[in-house]
């Protein structure tokens, strides 16, 4: 009996050992063949070669027909220079206030200048009088000219109770706006107009009277512009954003107090007038030709019937259907617009094989 079980363990032992290097044979073969194609598909061709520091993307005829890549000829085109900032929709009612309360102190000054002659006049009388032999006391002609003199301080603390109010008003909304507020036919303190701030970069031309800009709110699919007319420099900040403040105003039931809006307008509008008509030639790049890598936007450029190069454009001038670029591309050079994001793709799945060939 112990001789049968020693056997039968035996023959276990063996079979288990056999199994064993059946397996390490063919995983061996297995793991070979398996290296051997990782190796193909890294030293197989790639679809992108370095040219002079530039990398070349190859793709074949029967390759771009299947991947529906199609290029456009870019169009020569020239653009006026427009400047963009933001502004904001203020409220007038500090200026309402302030005008309110300085033609109050005007009135009042008038009403007891109106007053003080009167009393002038009575003093002057009795003054005559109480010279005549003493007609009248001489403590009435004192009070008469104590109620003068007292008119009179009246007078002068309402002027100048009027002239601190003006000069409040110059130093918050400037010399012109205090002009215009002043007057009582002035559009700008009644709903039909509003008043803008809007900021406008550094070193950007000093707005000239009557010149425009065109804005619009702010975050909404507004299509036409609204034309806001230059008032006077502003003498508040932003503070938030660096450049200049201009009061402006404009007409327009979709603005309401404290409102953001967009403020563009060409460099036309300039103090330079030479520079008025002044373009720029290059070309416009369409929405679709443009991929964005880096934080950067790019083009692919057909360089052959079967080669691309990445190149970087400009998003400095936004036009209707794509950004105005000049210098760096030139008009008749031919753009992909389909498929560019394909070919991104493939660059940089070339880098990636490169990588892990190294």
């Known amino acids: 009996?112990?001789?049968?079980?020693?056997?039968?363990?035996?023959?276990?032992?063996?079979?288990?050992?056999?199994?064993?290097?059946?397996?390490?044979?063919?995983?061996?073969?297995?793991?070979?063949?398996?290296?051997?194609?990782?190796?193909?598909?890294?030293?197989?061709?790639?679809?992108?070669?370095?040219?002079?520091?530039?990398?070349?993307?190859t793709l074949p005829i029967a390759v771009q027909q299947n991947s529906d890549i199609k290029t456009s000829s870019l169009q020569p085109s020239q653009h006026q220079g427009v400047i963009t900032s933001y502004g904001t929709v203020i409220s007038i009612d500090g200026l309402i206030?302030?005008?309110?309360?300085?033609?109050?102190?005007?009135?009042?000054?008038?009403?007891?200048?109106?007053?003080?002659?009167?009393?002038?006049?009575?003093?002057?009388?009795?003054?005559?009088?109480?010279?005549?032999d003493k007609n009248v006391s001489d403590r009435a002609v004192a009070e008469a000219y104590a109620n003068v003199q007292s008119n009179q301080a009246r007078i002068t603390a309402s002027e100048a109770t009027a002239n601190s109010i003006r000069e409040t008003m110059r130093q918050q909304w400037g010399d012109l706006l205090t002009q215009l507020a002043l007057k009582s036919t002035t559009s700008i303190l009644k709903s039909n107009?509003?008043?803008l701030q809007i900021l406008l970069p550094l070193n950007s031309p000093e707005p000239t009277a009557n010149s425009t800009v065109q804005i619009n709110i702010?975050?909404?699919?507004?299509?036409?512009?609204?034309?806001?007319?230059?008032?006077?420099?502003?003498?508040?900040?932003?503070?938030?954003?660096?450049?200049?403040?201009?009061f402006y105003r404009a007409r327009d039931k979709a603005l309401r107090v404290g409102?953001?809006?967009?403020?563009?307008?060409?460099?036309?509008?300039?103090?330079?007038?030479?520079?008025?008509?002044?373009?720029?030639?290059?070309?416009?790049?369409?929405?679709s030709a443009v991929v964005w890598y880096g934080g950067k936007a790019w083009?692919?450029?057909?360089?052959?019937?079967?080669?691309?190069?990445?190149?970087?454009?400009?998003?400095?001038?936004?036009?209707?259907?794509?950004?105005?670029?000049?210098?760096?591309?030139?008009?008749?050079?031919?753009?992909?617009?389909?498929?560019?994001?394909?070919?991104l793709s493939e660059e940089f799945k070339s880098e990636i094989k490169n990588e892990n060939k190294d």
């Open 1 to 57: 009996m112990n001789r049968k079980l020693t056997l039968i363990i035996a023959l276990q032992t063996l079979l288990i050992i056999t199994l064993f290097w059946v397996l390490v044979f063919y995983g061996k073969d297995e793991y070979e063949s398996y290296k051997r194609g990782t190796e193909e598909a890294i030293i197989s061709p790639s679809l992108v070669k370095e040219e002079h520091g530039i990398n070349m993307v």
């Open 97 to 132: 206030d302030l005008k309110s309360r300085y033609q109050a102190a005007i009135a009042d000054a008038s009403v007891i200048s109106a007053s003080s002659a009167s009393q002038h006049t009575e003093y002057q009388r009795l003054k005559t009088l109480n010279a005549d």
């Open 193 to 195: 107009e509003v008043l």
């Open 218 to 246: 702010a975050n909404t699919n507004q299509a036409a512009g609204i034309s806001a007319t230059y008032i006077a420099r502003s003498t508040n900040t932003d503070a938030s954003l660096p450049g200049t403040t201009y």
């Open 259 to 287: 409102m953001r809006v967009q403020a563009s307008y060409k460099t036309a509008d300039s103090a330079n007038k030479k520079d008025s008509k002044k373009v720029s030639n290059g070309v416009i790049i369409p929405n």
């Open 299 to 343: 083009v692919y450029v057909k360089q052959s019937t079967n080669q691309f190069i990445r190149k970087p454009i400009t998003t400095d001038n936004e036009v209707s259907d794509g950004w105005f670029n000049q210098d760096t591309l030139e008009a008749n050079e031919e753009v992909v617009t389909s498929g560019a994001q394909l070919l």
